[in-house]
Structure formats: C-alpha cells, structure tokens
C-alpha cells in the first residue's frame, strides 16, 4: 500500500507544544505499544529470561523446520488487519512498534542490514495505515543493550551500549537507513530511535542523540523524533535546548499499578497514592517538556491486571485517573501493552488455548520463583533474598548501583538472571515432541480471532475516548 492509498493520515509535526496535521490543527496521539512481536518479552508470551536465550532453546528443541513455522506464523498471527480494525474501532489512532535490531541485523555480520526487516515493518505500517492508524516505529532492543533489563534482550545487567562506540555507530546506521526507507511515509507519525536508555554517567546520552538527530535530519527533516529520556525514559537532566520537531517522551508507570501489593486509592510501600499523589508524579516527569514548550507523549504507562477482581478494580480506577490527568494537560499517549497472555493487554491468549496449556507447567514454575521481573512475586523466594539483601546492607551499606539501587540490582541478578537462565530449558521442554504443524498452530493461538478481551479496560479506554 502506498501513502496515496490512506488519505485520512495527514503529516504530523511539532507545533510549539502541541502535535499538528498539515492544516495546521492539533493532534492528539492515543494509541498502544505492540509489545512482545518484533521485540519480544517474557511476561508478554510466558517464556523466562531473555528472548535470544528463548529463541535458541527452541531451535534446538523444534528443530529448524519447527522453530521457522512457528515464528513465520507467529509474526502474522500476532498483528493483522483485524488487530488494527478493533484498535481503530474504539477510538485509538496510533500504534508504537517496539522491533529488536536483530530483525535488520546480525551480530556476526554488522552494518549488513536484512531486507526481512524492513518487510515487516512495512507490513505493519500498511495494515495500521488502512485502518486509519498511525505507527511510531522504536528501536526496543539495541546491540550491547542501552539498558539493564530483559526487555533489551540483556542477559547481564550492563548497558554496554554507552561504553562501545561500535554498538551507537550501529544504531546510527540502522537509523538511516530507516530514515531513508520511510522519509515519505506521513503513516509514520515519527521515529522513537532509543528505548528507554540508561546511561549511567549521564555523559553519553546527550551527545548521542544529538549525532543520531544530525544523521536523521541529513536524510529526512520531516517525520517528528520521539526522544525517551535517560534512566528508563525518567531524567532529563542531560538535555539542554530541544531539537526542531522533537517530542520529548516520559514514560509514566504508577507505583500501585504494578506493585505485587499496590493498593489504590491508598498505601502503596509505604507512600500514599491517591489522583493528586499521580499527578504530582506525571508533572514531574514532564517537567522538561513543559519548561521548554514541548509537547506532552507518555511511551508507556499502564497497570498489571492480577486476576483479583477488587484489585483489578483499584487499578482500572488508576487508570482512569491518568487517562484524565492527561487529557488536562494536552498529553498524547501509548499504553503498555497491546495483546500477551493475560497480564496487561486488551486481547490476550486465553488460559484454554492450546499454547497456555503447553506451556503451563513452565510458567507455574517462572511464577513461583518470581523470574520475571514485570509482575513477578518474590514472596515463594524471600528465604533466599533476605539473607543477600541484609549482607550488602550490612557489608556494602553504602552501595547504590544505577539505575534503582541495591534492592533492584540483587532481584535482577538473583530472580532475573541466575534463576530465570536455567528456566528456559523448563520453557523448552514443554515442546518436546511438536511437529512443525502443531508448532505453526501453537503460534496461531495469538490471532485476534483466537484471543480473548479484557472488556473492563476496552470499555475503560473506549469510554475515555468517546467522552
């Protein structure tokens, strides 16, 4: 499909602190991050640990013909045309498209980009683009990991990133080369180069973006840059005036939405949260965009849904209060996430299907040892944590490492890694023994037609937006 094809999507640009059509009138983006397809994660499709270690345990277990039928059916199973109609049917106009560097680029052979990549995101631009959608493209996963979690693919907890002048001067080049493949898509409503970095010093972030931003402007001057900010898209301390025709974009998880024990209206760890305590936090992590006139984009933002009905509750009226705070403050946004198996996404795979019942005793067993770091529980592994926390807190009490501190980096490295690592053969053994057509068909399980809504939050989002 070509641009002519979609005449409903005009071209997007920055306009002091608003987004604007070609007619010059405001735009407000409210959309999802399709999570968990060209980027993939573990709470998102149940596999542990990270998604290359994912990937070769199921080569090795479905052999190449099983592990190739079931990604190429995965791939267009997970987002279709339907997927795009239902999104555009309850009133969203906008989707972010996390993709992993790998899909363009192979380790063993950089700055050789694959065709394949570029297919399939044209593919998806196409089918949004139909429905009268747009597409924020955003690089999720970059080689050498700009940040320290699994949703870089980062098997280490380092963001080696920032350290190698190699793995940026390979982002440059994938940059350009998305620039110059899509400078004269207006379905693109812009580029989102860099995932939640997290650069440690502070000292590279900013000289980075502003090489990336020279090296897109030479090739494309007319799609808008969605900027995260340093520490997980929190900090923009590192930033001085901004660029022409840029969005700087916060992401905005409220603690209560995705605390194991998140109470709301009420105590959450120890501090109060009600809708004045959420906005006090969505005003200070938009501070740079309102002090320089920019306008408003929250990447991510969205609660864990537990299952519980009157927890789930709590954090639908969470949810609620943001959606509104952000309509108050002329915010575009993009929830976080779009479709997985049961834990956030409008549609997910039901627990019945053919795949949850596959891989169920892998996933009871990641759910008991609290391996994922999104909606995990340490409470079955408390006994082991205890003991390191009070040994650091006693040895090494003064042991602050970035980006969440002492705590965070003991559960990374103790739930995230050393446990979920081996975990991944649990996760391949339940594949054991599925021929390349039932692998096909496992994957099929994500289609829209063979997934289930969660209608509180549809109707949520639909109704915020029908208001």
Request: charged share 25%; aromatic share 12%; with cysteine.
């Amino acid at each position: 499909m070509n641009a002519s094809n979609s005449p409903g999507l005009s071209w997007l640009s920055v306009r002091d602190d608003r987004l604007v059509d070609e007619s010059g009138r405001t735009v407000t983006l409210y959309g999802v991050g399709l999570g968990g397809w060209l980027n993939m994660e573990n709470f998102i499709t149940g596999y542990p640990f990270t998604e290359s270690a994912m990937r070769d345990a199921l080569r090795r277990t479905l052999g190449e013909e099983g592990y190739a039928r079931f990604f190429d059916r995965f791939l267009t199973a997970f987002f279709d045309e339907a997927d795009a109609r239902f999104l555009a049917s309850i009133g969203l106009n906008s989707v972010r498209v996390p993709f992993h560097y790998r899909i363009f680029e192979d380790d063993a052979r950089p700055f050789r980009l694959k065709e394949e990549g570029f297919a399939l995101l044209d593919r998806v631009i196409d089918i949004c683009a139909a429905a009268g959608v747009y597409v924020i493209l955003d690089l999720h996963a970059a080689p050498g990991w700009q940040n320290h979690h699994w949703h870089s693919d980062n098997p280490t907890g380092r963001a080696l990133f920032w350290r190698h002048p190699h793995f940026q001067d390979r982002v440059v080049h994938l940059w350009e080369a998305l620039a110059d493949r899509y400078r004269d898509r207006p379905e693109v409503a812009g580029y989102n180069p860099l995932n939640e970095p997290a650069d440690e010093t502070g000292e590279a972030i900013g000289p980075f973006y502003e090489r990336l931003e020279r090296a897109i402007r030479a090739i494309d001057t007319r799609h808008i840059l969605f900027l995260d900010g340093n520490r997980y898209s929190s900090d923009f301390s590192a930033f001085g005036d901004p660029f022409p025709n840029t969005v700087y974009t916060a992401h905005d998880y409220a603690l209560p939405g995705i605390a194991a024990e998140g109470v709301y209206p009420g105590v959450t760890r120890g501090e109060h949260f009600d809708r004045a305590a959420v906005e006090r936090t969505f005003l200070r992590r938009t501070e740079y965009m309102r002090r320089t006139g920019t306008p408003i984009w929250i990447g991510e933002f969205g609660p864990i849904y537990t299952g519980d009905p009157e927890r789930d509750a709590q954090r639908i009226r969470l949810l609620q209060d943001q959606l509104e705070i952000y309509r108050e403050h002329g915010a575009s946004w993009s929830l976080w996430t779009y479709k997985d198996i049961g834990m956030q996404g409008l549609v997910y795979v039901p627990e019945d299907s053919p795949y949850r019942r596959r891989i169920a005793p892998a996933l009871a067993k990641k759910n008991r040892l609290g391996a994922d770091s999104w909606g995990g529980s340490d409470v079955n592994v408390r006994h082991i944590l205890e003991p390191i926390e009070e040994l650091f807190a006693k040895e090494f009490p003064d042991f602050q490492p970035y980006p969440w501190g002492a705590r965070d980096h003991i559960k990374t490295h103790v739930r995230n890694i050393l446990l979920a690592e081996p975990l991944v053969d649990d996760f391949a053994r339940c594949f054991a023994g599925v021929t390349p057509g039932e692998a096909e068909e496992l994957a099929g399980c994500f289609a829209f037609d063979a997934c289930v809504r969660r209608d509180t939050l549809v109707r949520t989002i639909s109704e915020h937006l029908a208001s």
